[in-house]
């Protein structure tokens, strides 16, 4: 009967083991993809639609937020957010159209690509929401980032900001 | 077009409103190109991306069409497309408040008539206050 009673017990405490061991893993993804994120901290220059852009990316809140902001000149210039959550990476978009979709990161495999998949959004998405964002990591002063739209409609648009470092 | 905008609603849709007036003035005619995103972006200090959703939002209206390579055309049929979709707006959802209005303040039909689109009296002595 003892016997019994400890290996149950032992069968449960490895399992949480493996369970720790886990979550573990996953909260360690989710920080290697922040880290590398917070790497591209700084000023960058691009084209977008062959319309000249400007995107500047600072970590601040000690170390706990990286803030995007795309500057094209215009009134309507948005600003994301990216912070870790528990287990896992997200990215909040304060949207021009006045609303702001949440995302959650997932590296690729070969640790080039960022991929952000919808998870929610707050406001009126009457005219639409920000819906799936990509970066593409190429070297330390050159990145991408596909910014796509669903329209009211469901209908996506967007594009590719290709980015240099200049500062 | 104006390049001024307003906190009403998003940027995109007053792009696409002001492409839609144009249309309906005649500024643009059925069949013309429409200005590349890039010069619009430009020219109204607005991000590109905005300009690709107001262009969207006129495509998905069925007003302008894609052609690969080439641009957004006016599609054929775009100005009765239009008017027919003001028309409706305006008379459901302007007209009600306009009409109230009128009531209100008593306004006759012949008073109505006698007054200019730009509601200037059309007798310059009346534009005059009077000592």
Request: overall charge negative; charged content about 25%.
């Amino acid at each position: 009967m003892k016997s019994r009673i400890a290996l149950s017990l032992l069968v449960v405490l490895l399992t949480a083991a493996a369970f720790a061991a886990d979550t573990n893993t996953t909260q360690s993804d989710a920080q290697k993809s922040f880290d590398k994120l917070k790497a591209l901290a700084g000023t960058w220059e691009g084209t977008f639609e062959g319309h000249r852009l400007e995107v500047t990316l600072r970590v601040t809140s000690m170390g706990n937020a990286l803030m995007h902001e795309m500057k094209g000149s215009g009134p309507e210039d948005p600003i994301t957010m990216f912070n870790l959550d528990s287990d896992r990476l997200l990215l909040t978009h304060y949207c021009d159209v006045g609303n702001r979709p949440r995302m959650v990161g997932k590296m690729s495999p070969d640790g080039k690509t960022l991929e952000f998949e919808f998870l929610d959004v707050s406001g009126s998405t009457q005219a639409g929401h920000m819906q799936h964002v990509t970066f593409t990591f190429i070297d330390p002063d050159h990145h991408t980032e596909k910014w796509e739209f669903a329209m009211a409609d469901g209908k996506q648009v967007g594009g590719v900001l290709d980015l240099k470092r200049t500062k | 077009m104006d390049r001024e905008w307003n906190d009403s609603q998003p940027i995109y849709r007053q792009l696409r409103d002001r492409v839609v007036a144009m249309i309906l003035d005649g500024v643009l005619k059925e069949g013309d190109p429409l200005p590349s995103v890039r010069n619009v972006a430009a020219e109204y200090r607005v991000n590109p991306l905005t300009v690709l959703k107001g262009y969207q939002q006129l495509v998905d209206e069925q007003l302008v069409e894609t052609r690969r390579g080439r641009g957004m055309f006016i599609n054929e049929g775009a100005r009765n497309l239009l008017l027919q979709g003001e028309r409706h707006k305006f008379l459901a959802e302007e007209w009600p408040r306009v009409s109230a209005t009128i009531q209100r303040l008593g306004l006759t039909r012949e008073e109505l008539l006698q007054t200019p689109a730009d509601g200037q009296p059309s007798n310059p002595a009346e534009k005059e206050p009077k000592p």
